[in-house]
């Protein structure tokens, strides 16, 4: 019975090795045209998953259906733009690492920069602030009194 188990065991690990080898298996043009444009391709388009791979570098599911979906548009001779759009089309713009810039997307594109704008503003006025709750008017006697401080230790 334990010799059974041992066998079932090793044949599901095997399974498992042969389902990941598959998964993981790049596609591979014999054109080196084609391979360099399909390998093109994967680096604009974003993993949806990982979000911040691109589908060439991402180890996700999705990703390796995405990237026998941009094979298949290869492999029909479409152009980069219509195996993009085709993307685009399922998924919107977000499968694009560089969306086009259009209502839909000003927030992409624009959003860093009022950030950072909205941050520097804040920043400007607090130390602003800051600096103004540390300033301290002094008298006329009190400022003599300062001069004559720093000028005595000067001498010493």
Known sequence: MSRVRAILASLLLISFA???HAQSAPLQFSDP???ARYQG???ELRCLVCQNQSLA???A????DLRAKVYEQVAQGRSDEEAISYLVARYGDFVRYRPPLKPATYALWLGPVILLIIGLT???????R???AFAIELTDGERI??????HSTREE
């Open 33 to 35: 045209v084609k391979q």
């Open 145 to 150: 009194q300062a001069h004559d401080l720093l």
């Open 130 to 132: 800051r600096s103004r």
């Open 61 to 64: 599911g999705l990703a390796s």
């Open 41 to 43: 391709l994967l680096k």
């Open 122 to 128: 804040t920043l400007g006025v607090l130390v602003r």
């Open 18 to 20: 042969l389902v990941a």
């Open 57 to 59: 570098d991402s180890p």
